[in-house]
C-alpha cells in the first residue's frame, strides 16, 4: 500500500524544470554551440574541402575514363578509393570528436543548472523539483522560465562554463 506524506500545513511547495527548454534557451547553451562551432568549423573546411577533391577526381574519371590508358585509369581508380576511404576515416573521427567536447559542454553547463536549481531550491523553499520523466505538469508548477531567467542573470565569468 503506497504511502503518502503531508506537509504540517498539509501542502508542499513543487516545481518542475523542462531541462531540454532549459539547454535551448539559457545563453550559456547558445555559448557552448559558438565555442563548438568555432572549435571544429576549420577541421570541417578541410573535410569539405577534401570531399570536393574526390567529386573532382570522380567527374575527372567519368569525363577522361574512356580516353585514358588503362594503367592511368586504375591508378586513379585506386587513387579515388583510398582518398574515399580515408576520408570517411576522418569524417567519423571527425565526429566522434565533436561528440566527446559537446557531451562534456553539456556535462558543465548541467552542472551549471544543478547549482541554479538548488539554489532556487534553497531561496524558494521548495519540498521537491522534478526535470526528467514527468508525465503531466501545469504551468502552476512549471519553474523552466524562472530558471532560464537565473542562468541568463549569471555573470559571464562563471568559472564552470570557461
Request: aromatic content about 4%; proline content about 2%; hydrophobic content about 35%.
Amino acid at each position: 500500500m503506497p504511502s503518502t506524506l503531508y506537509a504540517q500545513d498539509g501542502s508542499y511547495k513543487i516545481g518542475f524544470v523542462n531541462t531540454g527548454k532549459v539547454l535551448k534557451e539559457a545563453p550559456q547553451a547558445r555559448k557552448v554551440e559558438e565555442r563548438l562551432k568555432a572549435q571544429f568549423e576549420a577541421r570541417e573546411k578541410v573535410l569539405l574541402g577534401k570531399q570536393q577533391q574526390l567529386l573532382t577526381l570522380e567527374n575527372k574519371l567519368k569525363t577522361d575514363g574512356d580516353i585514358m590508358s588503362q594503367t592511368s585509369k586504375r591508378k586513379l581508380e585506386r587513387e579515388l578509393r583510398l582518398k574515399l576511404s580515408q576520408l570517411k576515416f576522418e569524417q567519423q573521427e571527425f565526429r566522434e570528436d565533436q561528440n566527446l567536447r559537446r557531451n562534456e559542454e553539456i556535462r558543465n553547463l548541467q552542472t551549471v543548472i544543478a547549482s541554479v536549481l538548488k539554489k532556487l531550491g534553497d531561496e524558494e523553499k521548495f519540498d521537491l523539483i522534478l526535470t526528467e520523466g514527468v508525465s503531466y505538469v501545469s504551468n502552476a508548477v512549471d519553474i523552466t522560465p524562472k530558471i532560464i531567467e537565473m542562468l541568463k542573470n549569471l555573470p559571464e565569468t562563471d568559472a564552470s562554463l570557461q
